[in-house]
Nanobody, 118 residues
């Protein structure tokens, strides 16, 4: 049974930081391309950042320079370090896993809420 379990969300003031974690089980983690998506109320889910099994990364333009995605293949965990948070970063953040050969996400986490507000 595949599980992606996110943690680390919460309420933070503008300019603050949060670190999200996603622990994966039931998959050969090191071969999956892992990603973080987010969905704000009334908006479509969007890709925030992704990292391949070898560590290559890509980011949405809106988070470049502020967010960092990383992974620990020994712990089957992917992270999203979020710095200089803005109110527009408020959303539910979802962890994803996709095989490189696939065009669509294979597995999703349940989501973790991030709220940026003073």
């Amino acid at each position: 049974q595949v599980q992606l379990v996110e943690s680390g969300g919460g309420l933070v003031q503008p300019g603050g930081s949060l670190r999200l974690s996603c622990a994966a089980s039931g998959i050969n983690f090191r071969i999956y391309r892992m990603g973080w998506y987010r969905q704000a109320p009334g908006k479509q889910r969007e890709l925030v950042a992704a990292i391949s099994g070898s560590g290559s990364t890509n980011y949405a333009d809106s988070v470049k320079g502020r967010f960092t995605i990383s992974r620990d293949n020994a712990l089957n965990t992917v992270y999203l370090q979020m710095n200089s948070l803005k109110p527009e970063d408020t959303a539910v953040y979802y962890c994803s896993a996709r095989l490189p050969s696939e065009s669509r996400v294979d597995y999703w986490g349940q989501g973790t809420q991030v709220a940026v507000s003073s």
